[in-house]
């Protein structure tokens, strides 16, 4: 069982930065492939990053060059860096686990979940 409290949302002006973080519970944390996902209002639930235990990571075309995600397997808490933001970058996002050995892009694949956090992003 894994439980992940996300933070760090909030409102940003476009062309900022935020950087989100995401602790987990659970000894076995380094085993856990981590994402990053987020959601806007009357959207499906979209995948934004994702990092293997062993620190390889993959990005959805719309964030790439633009975020960052990295793991401190030592703290158990994985972060999403977000530089120049958009207002498209508008939404709740969410931090996930999955046990398996691949990073997946659909969200049902992915078996703990955090709360959400907001990020506003202003024009």
């Known amino acids: 069982q894994v439980q992940l409290v996300e933070s760090g949302g909030g409102l940003v002006q476009a062309g900022g930065s935020l950087r989100l973080s995401c602790a987990a519970s659970g000894r076995t944390f380094s085993r856990y492939i981590m994402g990053w996902f987020r959601q806007a209002p009357g959207e499906e639930r979209e995948f934004v990053a994702g990092?293997?235990?062993?620190?390889?990571?993959t990005y959805a075309d719309s964030v790439k060059d633009r975020f960052t995600i990295s793991r401190d397997n030592a703290k158990t808490t994985v972060y999403l860096q977000m530089n120049a933001l958009k207002p498209e970058d508008t939404s709740v996002y969410y931090c996930?686990?999955?046990?398996?050995?691949?990073?997946?892009?659909?969200?049902?694949?992915?078996?703990?979940w955090g709360q959400g956090t907001q990020v506003t992003v202003s024009s």
């Open positions: 990092i293997s235990y062993s620190g390889r990571s």
């Open positions: 996930a686990a999955d046990t398996t050995i691949i990073i997946r892009r659909t969200a049902a694949s992915y078996e703990y």
